[in-house]
T-cell receptor, first 111, second 112 residues
């Protein structure tokens, strides 16, 4: 069974700092990987989707990379802002149509 | 373009009751997945519907059941509610199986 781990569980940084969130998964036979943000008590907002054949995707200040062979993905956030404060979740889809989620990294950006 | 919507927003039930949650998928999306998210945890996959057929199921008992309608909207039904069913229930739609998922705001279910 696929297991997804996100480290660290919580992160606090001053505004303007660049940061990296980590996601690891046990079964490298994935179809794609998706990063989300979740504000407290709300639904998930899709940030980036990386297909298994891709190495990275970029959207604005966000860059996600994927290393399937090592079972790792990173989400890089440049020039962090207080509005980036949220929980960030990664999810992997295997060939069985099911998405497996990590427990998330809670990010606080201090003004 | 309308995003994914869910109703109701909040719901309070007692143990043993039954509940129906509803989801309208994003326009043009034929695949709907349901997730349960307990407090402080990541979402857990319940099941997926593709063109009105169940297309995968997670580790949830049969008292969790669903439907998808011809317009691709969906329902999640939970029978014989237990206290542990208290959670945020999320619906996600995608253009096709395994494509990028777009989530609704969720339904917060409290079982007393």
């Amino acid at each position: 069974k696929q297991e997804v781990t996100q480290i660290p569980a919580a992160l606090s940084v001053p505004e303007g700092e660049n940061l990296v969130l980590n996601c690891s998964f046990t079964d490298s036979a994935i179809y794609n990987l998706q990063w989300f943000r979740q504000d407290p008590g709300k639904g998930l907002t899709s940030l980036l989707l990386i297909q298994s054949s891709q190495r990275e995707q970029t959207s604005g200040r966000l860059n996600a990379s994927l290393d399937k062979s090592s079972g790792r993905s990173t989400l890089y956030i440049a020039a962090s802002q207080p509005g980036d404060s949220a929980t960030y979740l990664c999810a992997v889809s295997n060939t069985g149509n099911q998405f497996y989620f990590g427990t998330g990294t809670s990010l606080t950006v201090i003004p | 373009e309308t995003g994914v919507t869910q109703s109701p927003t909040h719901l309070i039930k007692t143990r043993g009751q039954q509940v129906t949650l509803r989801c309208s998928s994003q326009s043009g999306h034929n695949t709907v997945s349901w997730y349960q998210q307990a407090l402080g945890q990541g979402p857990q996959f319940i099941f997926q519907y593709y063109r009105e057929e169940e297309n995968g199921r997670g580790n949830f008992p049969p008292r969790f059941s669903g439907l998808q309608f011809p317009n691709y909207s969906s329902e999640l039904n939970v029978n014989a509610l237990e206290l542990d069913d208290s959670a945020l229930y999320l619906c996600a739609s995608s253009l096709a199986i395994r494509d990028e998922q777009f989530f609704g705001p969720g339904t917060r279910l409290t079982v007393l």
